[in-house]
Structures are given as structure tokens and as C-alpha cells.
């Protein structure tokens, strides 16, 4: 047990005991779903964060198995009081359909026949994967997510999560991903395929018992780990030093430092990854492409989840172009979404390293720091040429107490109060004009909720609108900045 | 026979029934070097071009081989009337030691054992290539070469002739390539020689006479590929096709034409290379390091020719900062380098492809076009305070007819003929302040030729003198003007 984290988690094991469909028209009979559960879910089960993982990861995110030396992938961020906060939130991850982590897939038993599916197990989808996860929430008695964070090919399933059940899913973050795999990404698996299925080990995949197709594997792995990083880091990494000083420098194999780490953690993954696992979740990576009729805008429209897509500077696999592709294509469905980036020089594997960056941007986006987190939309607004009674109307309609008064133009030109209503009625004023204030505070969706707090203590007024370039976007209550200290998704 | 060129090229081989000691201390007992020329020497030889090949090129650079389909690989440029015109320029390719294309390699005989050299056949560098290459030219009584020209591996030999034989090389053209393999390119190279070695018939490289390792050699070829084209190339060639419309997407064995493109590259590889020399050459490669006790500058120090450096935009195997940065290491030993960029959206093989691009650099750069290329250096000069005799005296002892006169800082101040000395001595001056020319006519070494010309013909004066913040970097003569418009390396 480590010294750093006592913190000690368990993988448990949901069984759905009925055939399930897969995308392709093929049945599997039963699944086993592995999953890890950190924190605890609240009564109303309004804190539920559902983290995806990528191609070699796993259900354990973090702390630590019992005796285990190192914790699990993204112990960075996930903990108490870390990032993803365990004592706030209840954070889920579950094993991919296809793996070799409990969850179904190749090297599992085919209970039709009683062994291993091996090759004849069916090509699977990230929206299967998107589906088995589904099945296991409904188990769980989840309904809602307040939101579904995932990297890579995490990020392929959250985005699949978002368009497959918009209802569920409050906010979407995307981290180093793309919303259709590219040809390069392509190429760079199906060589690692070829090196696998190349290697006369492999055995057409027959190979459970006997000697593993690892030669193969292992190339797979080690040209995956190259593209995990930046040429950059490998040169701070590794530069052109040798592995043994000491040996002829003239030989064959004699290697650099960066040939033996990428021996190292090929024969590393060997131990812990089945081969067919490895071709299929590849596969099902190759085939992942979110556009409908080739376009993007129209895969993406069902997406409701409010979006934050953070890309890696030096990220050269899922390079940050496509990541600010996914953010233009929900933007032009009207959807809210962000992009950020992480400044880092270590590639694509960044979103496992970058820990202060990844705070900053998942906690600035899980809680509600901005005005446009708070701010009350659609907000009922009257038009100048409107009659006191009708700016009742829609007050005691809308349950509004504050109401923007629009100009021919639709630009805010006052605001009217029911307190403006009430000295109406005092002073026997009969048209709005009269009781419209002009002078009207405004605050930009972008000011933080610090800035509204103090703008309305300093006029001492209850509500600010909301507002860019004289347009009426929303308007915001004292009550919303008060409620906003609470966990909010 | 092609309808398109009917020009037949052949190649030749040169046998060295000597010892050959390469860096590692190891001795080839003979070697073979094949080669190819194109166009003819002339009288003095001084139009000959050496041109090196890449990792997987060969001697065959224009041209058809009688009956082929297929020109050889830098048909775009090398022929008569293109670039490298064959009707101007005597251009020569050797096959790299290593190799397996008629120089000596390990597929190659060892005279000692009677048997191929396979996995016994020794370490070789660039270095060793190079060596190689200078032994054929001297047996071809080639002493000078007008420009030495390579691109990826072949602009690492280049670049090593340039440091080895500085005084054969006027001219040096590097295109897409580094001083020093990074261990990003050396990884790349690492997992091709796993694939290979891990191929169960590489049978520690005692394959010949049976079955190859082709598996392997083919994987290592498609992990090359990817990393000649660009992602964006990539896109625009395969995108998200599939072989065949027809098949089963959810098959573990269906295709992208990505896909099948990498498979047929891969199998047309293993018609044309040996598993073994892919070995050695990557090899070679890897341990390319041209730093001096880990510094560029020094290790670069002993070129004298002047250098162009190509990088190209989109080329991510070699980028252009590491083209850039051979020339930083160049102009900081007062070396003549300069950086140009092809804009490609090819990647790293636009180098074989951009034809218009290549064009345009390396033709303005073999043919003199700027003052820098004609000006005559270093320049004699005076002081203002020297004697009407001592200048005399300059003039005869340098055949010089013009003078620039520097101040006491070194800066011009004027400039002093020998028509001006036949002024003093008719008018009977003393002092040589009586007759310097004031108004000296410069002109800037980055200027055309065309412009010294016309600069010349203003002021019908017949030499101007070059200089870049008042500095004497030389002097340009009608004589020089004139003379350009040959070919002169």
C-alpha cells in the first residue's frame, strides 16, 4: 500500500442477463459491465459525473488497489478535494465493451459455445460502448449526469453520450479528441493490426492458453506510444543517449535510451492487454465519425450538453483543429460551447499530465463562475410602445419582477420594475414611459458572478441584465448569485 | 519502353578490390558501388552534380529503365531541360553502401565466407556512404563537384560531404532534413526494426535462399509511409473511403482505402528491398549526429560551400526547424546559408513532388542571380590616410583597378582608380585625399545582377563597390556582370 494515498478502490462487476444488440446487427447474449464508483451519490443523484476512458486505459481512475504501487490514470484530478472532487461528486467509469478489464469482450467466455469469442467476437462501436455504459447507469438508478468528461477515446464516447441521450447529459467536457477519426489515425491502428495479426502467434486469434501474439503487440503499443507524445518531449525525455554507455556503439542492436523505454512499455502492456482486445477496440475507434450526410453540424444537432473542448498545443493525433471543429459545429447549432486549450509541450498525453491546467479548465466550467452560468434565459422583455397593463400581464405571467423594455430596434432602451408598477399606481401615471428607468445596468455574460454581486451592491438593485452589444441576452438576480455558491451542474 | 520519355538510363558499377574501414573500425573487404550519370562531363569538369538518395531511393534518379512503366524517382526535376538540366549539368547517383540496389550491402556476398554478409555485415553510418561515394568519384577523376544536392537521408550525406570534403563542394541544396536524428525519427525507425527482427522468418537474418520477413518489413515500410504524408495529405487521398462499398463496415477485417493503400505499399516494398539493408540504412540514420561535443555550430564549422537549406511547410518527420536550424548553425560560423520554405500540404514527400517549388530554389540558386553570387572577395583596400604610392603599390600587387579607401572605423569613405592615379599625376597631386572619388557607387550583395548592371550603366562606371551597412564586403566588375550569364557554380 502506498504511502502517498491510502485510498484504497474496488472494481465491481454488473451483469445484464439478456442479448444485447450491437450497432453492426449482432447480438452478444449476456454482458459483464466492470465499473468503479468514487464518492457517493447524493439523494436526488444530481452529482453524478460518468468519466470515459481511452483505448488502454481502464475502469480505475484513481486511488489505489489493495497493495498497488501505482494509482490509477487520472489520480491527478480525481479525489478528495482534488479536481474532480470524490466529497462532492459521484464519479463512475466503467471497463469499454471489447476490453480485457471485465468488461465483455474477446478473451471473455461465449456462452454459446462455452469458449472464448477470440476473433469470433463482433466488431463493436463506440456508441455500443456509449450503450453498455447507458445499461449500467439505468442499473445504477441514474438518470441524470451532471456531466460526462472523457480524453481521446473517452472523449469519443462522451461525445456519443451527448448526441445518444442528450437528456442525460447536463455538460459535456472533451478533452484531445475528434468527432471522426481521421485516415492517419487510421493508418497508425490498422499497422499496429497488421503487426499483431502479422505475428504467426496470433493464431487467427486462437492463441487463449497458448503463447500470446506479444511481438506484435508490442509494435502496436510502441508506435501508439509515439504518437502519445511530442517530439519535443521525447527529446527532453530521451534525447540521443544510449541505453548502456558502456557498449559498442557500432551494433546493431544497440539501442538509444528511447528504443529501450519503447521496449519497456511494450512488454509492460503485454502483460496487462489482450491482443484481440487491442484490434477491436481499434476498430471500433476507425469506424468512429459523429457526421450525418457528411456534415458535422448535423451529427452533432441533437447535442444539448453545455460543451467545453479543450485541445493540446502540441497534441499531433487529435491535433487541436479538430477539437475546435466539434466547437464550431454545436455553435452553429446555437449550442453552447467552448473551446480551451492546454499550453503543454508533452503531445497528446497532456491530458493525463497537465494537472493544473486540467483544474483550471474543469472547475472554472463544473461550477459556475460566470454571469452566463447564472444568468436567467430566455428572460420576457415588453416593447416601449407597450401599456402598463400589458407590462403586468407578462410580469404576473412570467413570474418576473424585472423587465426589459426593447426598442424598435430590439435593443434594451429601460427597464421596468414591479416597483416601477407600484409608483405608477401612487402617482396615477398612465403611460410606461413614465415609469420606465433608463438608466440601465448592465453586465456582460462574461463578468464573473463576483462582478454582478458587487455591481448590484454599489446600485443597490436586486437584478442586472444580461447583455452584449445592446442585446438582451438574459438577466441576472441577486438570488442566482447567492444560489451559485452551492454545487450547481 | 514509355511513350512518354524515351530516355534509356543504365546503371554502371565500380568494384574497389581494396579494403574498406568504415567508423565503426570494421573492414569491408571490397566493395561494389553501383551508380547512374546523367549528361556529360565537360573538358574540366566542373559541371558535375552529385546527387544523393533517400532512405529507400536508389541510384536510378530520371529516366526509364529499357521496358519500364515507371520513371526513376526525381524525374520531375532531372532531365534535360528541367531543373537539373542533364544538357548544362553532369549529374551523378551512387546506390548507398548498405543498400540493396548493386553497391555492397548485406545481401552481398562476404568474399571471406562465400556466403551473404546477412547479420554479420557491420554497422555502416552516412559517414561510411559518403566515404563510399568519394572513392567512386575519384575513380570517375572527379575532383571538384559543382553542387552536392539530397533530400531526408540523402540531405544527411549531403550535408556530411559538405563538413568531410569541404574543398569538392561549391554548392550545397539540403531539402527536408535534419543535422541529427531526433529520437522521434529514431523510434519511428526502432519499431520498423522490431517488426522486422520480430518476423519469425528474419531468422536473425538468415533468410536468403527462403521465405523472407516480409511481414515485418512491410509494417516497418507502412509506418515510413505515414510519416512521409501529411495528415492533411492523407485526408485528401483516402479520407473516409472504404475498399469496397459492397463489404460487411463491421467486419475486423474490412478496409479503409487507407487501408489497402498502406497493405499494396507495403507488399510492392518487399518486391523491391531487403529486410536486412532496412536494418542497416535506418540504423545509419539513427546514429546521424553531425553536433561536435554537442554543438551544432562546431560540427558544421568546416562547410565552406554555399548552402541552401528547403524545409517544407507541412513536413512533420523532418520539420522546418530543423532545416532552420542548420542554417542558424551555418551563418554563425560566417558560412553563406540561406533557409527556404516549400509550401506543401504534402508532408515530408513533397520533396519528390512539389516540382514547380524545386524548381524555382534550386534553379536560382545553382544559376547566379544576385550580386553575393558574382562580387569578388575578399577585396583590397586602403586607408585614408595612405600614400598615392602605397595605393599604387595595392593596385599592382592585387591586379586591382579599383580601390575602396576605409576610414578609421573601417567604414568606406571612398574609392581611389587607376585612372584616378593617372589624374594625380598629371595635375601633379601629393596627396591622395586629391583624388578619392567621395560619391562611391555601392550596391547591396542582395541584389539582382540586373540591378548592378543597370547601376553600372547610370554612372558608366565599370565596378561598384558591395557593401551592407557602409561595410566593404567586396566589389563587382563589369567583367563579373558579364560573365554570369554562364553557368558558373
Given at each position: 500500500m502506498s504511502v502517498r494515498s491510502p485510498w484504497i478502490t474496488k472494481t465491481a462487476i454488473h451483469h445484464v442477463d439478456e442479448p444485447f444488440k450491437l450497432e453492426s446487427g449482432r447480438v452478444l447474449p449476456e454482458l459483464h459491465i466492470s465499473y468503479e464508483i468514487y464518492g457517493r451519490m447524493n439523494k436526488n443523484r444530481t452529482n453524478i459525473i460518468l468519466v470515459c476512458h481511452a483505448?488502454?486505459?481502464?475502469?480505475?481512475?484513481?486511488?489505489?488497489?489493495?497493495?498497488?504501487?501505482k494509482p490509477g490514470w487520472w489520480d491527478v484530478i480525481v479525489g478528495?478535494?482534488?479536481?474532480?472532487?470524490t466529497q462532492q461528486y459521484c464519479i463512475i467509469c466503467s471497463n469499454v465493451l471489447?476490453?480485457?478489464?471485465?468488461?465483455?469482450?474477446?478473451?471473455?467466455?461465449?456462452p454459446e459455445s462455452?469458449?472464448?469469442?477470440?476473433?469470433t467476437f463482433p466488431v463493436i462501436t463506440i456508441g455500443d460502448m456509449v450503450r453498455a455504459q447507458h445499461l449500467l447507469l439505468r442499473h445504477l438508478q441514474?438518470?441524470?449526469?451532471?456531466a460526462v468528461i472523457g480524453g481521446s477515446m473517452g472523449g469519443m464516447q462522451a461525445l456519443d453520450w451527448a448526441v445518444r441521450y442528450p437528456d442525460m447529459v447536463s455538460k459535456l467536457i472533451l478533452l484531445a479528441t475528434t468527432a471522426r477519426s481521421t485516415p492517419q489515425q487510421i493508418a497508425f491502428h490498422a499497422i499496429g493490426r497488421r503487426a499483431i495479426q502479422g505475428d504467426s502467434r496470433w493464431n487467427k486469434g486462437e492463441y487463449y492458453g497458448k503463447e500470446r501474439p506479444d511481438r506484435g503487440l508490442s509494435v502496436a503499443r510502441m508506435i501508439g506510444h509515439i504518437t502519445y507524445l511530442s517530439d519535443h518531449a521525447m527529446e527532453e525525455k530521451?534525447?540521443?543517449?544510449?541505453?548502456?554507455?558502456?557498449?559498442?556503439?557500432?551494433?546493431?542492436?544497440?539501442?538509444f535510451q528511447v528504443e529501450s523505454y519503447l521496449d519497456y512499455q511494450g512488454n509492460q502492456f503485454c502483460e496487462r492487454f489482450d491482443p484481440n482486445s487491442y484490434l477491436y477496440i481499434t476498430k471500433a475507434v476507425d469506424l468512429f465519425?459523429?457526421?450525418k450526410n457528411g456534415c458535422l453540424v448535423e451529427g452533432l444537432a441533437p447535442i444539448t450538453a453545455r460543451t467545453l473542448a479543450v485541445g493540446i498545443s502540441?497534441?499531433?493525433?487529435?491535433?487541436p483543429q479538430q477539437v475546435r471543429e466539434i466547437v464550431k459545429a454545436l455553435r452553429m447549432s446555437g449550442t453552447d460551447a467552448e473551446y480551451a486549450e492546454i499550453t503543454s509541450r508533452?503531445?497528446?498525453?497532456a491530458f493525463l499530465l497537465e494537472m493544473g491546467q486540467l483544474d483550471y479548465l474543469i472547475s472554472g466550467f463544473l461550477s459556475p463562475k460566470l454571469v452566463s452560468d447564472i444568468m436567467l434565459q430566455p428572460v420576457s422583455s415588453i416593447k416601449e410602445d407597450d401599456t402598463i397593463e400589458k407590462a403586468c400581464q407578462v410580469m404576473v405571467e412570467n413570474t418576473a419582477s424585472h423587465l426589459p423594455v426593447l426598442n424598435k430596434s430590439g435593443k434594451i432602451s429601460g427597464i421596468v420594475t414591479s416597483w416601477d408598477i407600484a409608483k405608477a399606481v401612487a402617482y396615477n401615471f398612465k403611460t410606461l414611459d413614465e415609469i420606465i428607468t433608463r438608466n440601465v445596468r448592465t453586465i456582460s455574460p462574461d463578468d464573473t458572478i463576483q462582478e454582478a454581486a458587487l455591481r448590484m451592491k454599489k446600485h443597490d438593485i436586486s437584478a442586472l441584465v444580461v447583455s452584449r452589444d445592446?442585446?438582451?441576452l438574459g438577466i441576472v438576480t441577486s438570488e442566482g448569485v447567492s444560489g451559485s455558491m452551492r454545487v450547481n451542474c
Amino acid at each position: 500500500m502506498s504511502v502517498r494515498s491510502p485510498w484504497i478502490t474496488k472494481t465491481a462487476i454488473h451483469h445484464v442477463d439478456e442479448p444485447f444488440k450491437l450497432e453492426s446487427g449482432r447480438v452478444l447474449p449476456e454482458l459483464h459491465i466492470s465499473y468503479e464508483i468514487y464518492g457517493r451519490m447524493n439523494k436526488n443523484r444530481t452529482n453524478i459525473i460518468l468519466v470515459c476512458h481511452a483505448l488502454t486505459g481502464d475502469a480505475h481512475l484513481a486511488g489505489y488497489y489493495d497493495g498497488a504501487r501505482k494509482p490509477g490514470w487520472w489520480d491527478v484530478i480525481v479525489g478528495p478535494n482534488k479536481t474532480l472532487d470524490t466529497q462532492q461528486y459521484c464519479i463512475i467509469c466503467s471497463n469499454v465493451l471489447g476490453g480485457c478489464a471485465g468488461t465483455t469482450g474477446p478473451a471473455s467466455i461465449n456462452p454459446e459455445s462455452g469458449r472464448e469469442y477470440a476473433a469470433t467476437f463482433p466488431v463493436i462501436t463506440i456508441g455500443d460502448m456509449v450503450r453498455a455504459q447507458h445499461l449500467l447507469l439505468r442499473h445504477l438508478q441514474v438518470s441524470q449526469l451532471c456531466a460526462v468528461i472523457g480524453g481521446s477515446m473517452g472523449g469519443m464516447q462522451a461525445l456519443d453520450w451527448a448526441v445518444r441521450y442528450p437528456d442525460m447529459v447536463s455538460k459535456l467536457i472533451l478533452l484531445a479528441t475528434t468527432a471522426r477519426s481521421t485516415p492517419q489515425q487510421i493508418a497508425f491502428h490498422a499497422i499496429g493490426r497488421r503487426a499483431i495479426q502479422g505475428d504467426s502467434r496470433w493464431n487467427k486469434g486462437e492463441y487463449y492458453g497458448k503463447e500470446r501474439p506479444d511481438r506484435g503487440l508490442s509494435v502496436a503499443r510502441m508506435i501508439g506510444h509515439i504518437t502519445y507524445l511530442s517530439d519535443h518531449a521525447m527529446e527532453e525525455k530521451f534525447g540521443r543517449e544510449v541505453k548502456n554507455k558502456e557498449q559498442e556503439p557500432y551494433a546493431l542492436n544497440a539501442d538509444f535510451q528511447v528504443e529501450s523505454y519503447l521496449d519497456y512499455q511494450g512488454n509492460q502492456f503485454c502483460e496487462r492487454f489482450d491482443p484481440n482486445s487491442y484490434l477491436y477496440i481499434t476498430k471500433a475507434v476507425d469506424l468512429f465519425d459523429l457526421t450525418k450526410n457528411g456534415c458535422l453540424v448535423e451529427g452533432l444537432a441533437p447535442i444539448t450538453a453545455r460543451t467545453l473542448a479543450v485541445g493540446i498545443s502540441s497534441d499531433w493525433l487529435y491535433p487541436p483543429q479538430q477539437v475546435r471543429e466539434i466547437v464550431k459545429a454545436l455553435r452553429m447549432s446555437g449550442t453552447d460551447a467552448e473551446y480551451a486549450e492546454i499550453t503543454s509541450r508533452y503531445g497528446h498525453d497532456a491530458f493525463l499530465l497537465e494537472m493544473g491546467q486540467l483544474d483550471y479548465l474543469i472547475s472554472g466550467f463544473l461550477s459556475p463562475k460566470l454571469v452566463s452560468d447564472i444568468m436567467l434565459q430566455p428572460v420576457s422583455s415588453i416593447k416601449e410602445d407597450d401599456t402598463i397593463e400589458k407590462a403586468c400581464q407578462v410580469m404576473v405571467e412570467n413570474t418576473a419582477s424585472h423587465l426589459p423594455v426593447l426598442n424598435k430596434s430590439g435593443k434594451i432602451s429601460g427597464i421596468v420594475t414591479s416597483w416601477d408598477i407600484a409608483k405608477a399606481v401612487a402617482y396615477n401615471f398612465k403611460t410606461l414611459d413614465e415609469i420606465i428607468t433608463r438608466n440601465v445596468r448592465t453586465i456582460s455574460p462574461d463578468d464573473t458572478i463576483q462582478e454582478a454581486a458587487l455591481r448590484m451592491k454599489k446600485h443597490d438593485i436586486s437584478a442586472l441584465v444580461v447583455s452584449r452589444d445592446e442585446k438582451l441576452l438574459g438577466i441576472v438576480t441577486s438570488e442566482g448569485v447567492s444560489g451559485s455558491m452551492r454545487v450547481n451542474c
